[in-house]
């Protein structure tokens, strides 16, 4: 009995740690899109009234005035967001970027493409969907067709990134064995910034954008 008794209470305490680290995992995702408005983003560049919320979608006007920006910075993160690509769209997810100059390049794009569309047909592997923009492309075209809501996860751990689409890894690389790549891209060596989303020439929607710190 007393045995059964230990056995037992072994059992419950690691179900309230398993949960309670749950919890943990859980509370510290918060949203970074409240589905309302643009509170805790701004645009950078000209940009009036280039991004808005319509109906719980922030969404770009298309113009290519302007890219929003986080308020705060972060530094290694899981970046968990759905997008929406119109036929032919581009767009582009930047990370630990600065508000100076090109966030693309002095910070870096994870980019977001229409991927069968004619006209990006003879890309380098590296402008597709996934791919770290002029870094490093994507294992596998895993995108859905335009039109339909797909998933992106950005993991950024330091100089280790990984993308994941539609559940699918399709990058996982070490910033610092691309350091030929430094000088047309010095983003690669920031160790935080800003995290935007690209206003190209189309409207693109985005919708559950959440982040957990690491």
């Excluded at 510290?28 to 919320?53: I, M």
């Excluded at 069968?116 to 969907?129: F, R």
């Excluded at 950024?156 to 610092?176: F, H, K, R, Y």
Aim: charged residues 20%; aromatic residues 8%.
């Amino acid at each position: 009995m007393h045995l059964r008794t230990t056995t037992l209470s072994a059992t419950r305490l690691l179900s309230l740690i398993v949960i309670s680290f749950l919890m943990i995992s859980c509370s510290s995702s918060r949203e970074l899109f409240n589905g309302e408005n643009l509170e805790g983003w701004e645009t950078v560049g000209n940009n009036a009234g280039s991004w808005v919320v319509t109906d719980g979608i922030l969404h770009t006007q298309g113009d290519g005035r302007g890219w929003l920006s986080t308020t705060s910075t972060y530094d290694d993160f899981v970046l968990d967001l759905e997008y929406r690509m119109p036929e032919g769209g581009n767009s582009g997810v930047f990370i630990r970027a600065p508000r100076e100059g090109s966030p693309s390049s002095q910070g870096m794009e994870i980019q977001i493409l229409d991927d069968y569309a004619d006209k990006h047909s003879d890309l380098e592997n590296w402008q597709y969907t996934g791919s770290i923009y002029f870094i490093q492309g994507p294992s596998k075209q895993v995108t859905k067709p335009a039109g339909e809501w797909q998933t992106m996860q950005i993991v950024a751990d330091g100089p280790q990134i990984q993308i994941s689409l539609n559940g699918e890894q399709v990058v996982d690389t070490n910033l610092e064995d691309h350091m030929d790549k430094v000088e047309d891209v010095p983003g690669i060596t920031r160790e935080g910034g800003y995290i935007g989303l690209q206003n190209y020439n189309v409207r693109v929607d985005f919708r559950n954008i959440r982040i957990r710190e690491l």
